[in-house]
């Protein structure tokens, strides 16, 4: 085998790695480990491609080849991390719906022992007011004259590059909304 196929065998094998590396950061850019090892091996196929251009008669466009395996490598670097953001922002918020499901079946105990009066705050349920270091939890309590609990709801609101807020009350559906605080008109999520 001469030395022009074997480069060619090289930017082949190196365009497919590429490619491979990049599927992977796409769908576990939230290991750092992952970030690191990619970065790793992209640096060297970038690297073996560029070194590879030596043996092509035409170096220039080996070494077009090893810039444009250079930009991807970049954008997957700049464009996976927003992408599982997005995939997170689900992840958190179907978190934080379980929690407030949770918050409901416990206030339905609660009440079924206090008279019919539904907690006046979580921590008479035993719950925090934040899910993780996603979510706060607002719980908004209606009292009757005589200080029963008749009505509640929840607004789990969450930090800043988050998109989905969720609401849930005493009738134990759970809304969510991507645009602003979620509310009673908001879509049901389950």
């Keep these: 085998m001469n030395t022009k196929a074997i480069a060619g065998a090289v930017v082949i094998g190196s365009v497919a790695g590429t490619v491979g590396i990049f599927l992977l950061l796409w769908y576990a850019a939230d290991r750092p480990v992952v970030l690191v090892l990619y970065i790793t091996l992209g640096g060297g196929i970038v690297s073996i491609v560029y070194r590879a251009s030596k043996s092509f008669v035409q170096q220039r466009s080996a070494r077009m080849i090893a810039a444009g395996l250079g930009v991807l490598l970049a954008l997957g670097v700049i464009g996976a991390p927003v992408r599982t953001d997005r995939g997170s922002s689900w992840n958190e918020a179907m978190k934080a719906a379980r929690v407030l499901k949770t918050i409901v079946h416990q206030n339905e105990e609660y009440a079924m022992l206090h008279q019919g009066s539904f907690a006046h705050n979580l921590a008479e349920l035993g719950i925090t007011s934040t ?35 969720l609401y849930a009350s005493e009738n134990g559906i759970v809304r969510y909304s991507s645009n602003g605080n979620a509310d009673e008109s908001s879509s049901p999520l389950f």
């Design 131 to 165: 899910i993780g270091k996603v979510y706060t939890i607002k719980y908004n309590v209606m009292e009757d004259e005589h200080h029963i609990v008749r009505r509640y709801n929840i607004l789990a609101t969450p930090e800043n590059r988050y998109q989905i807020s």
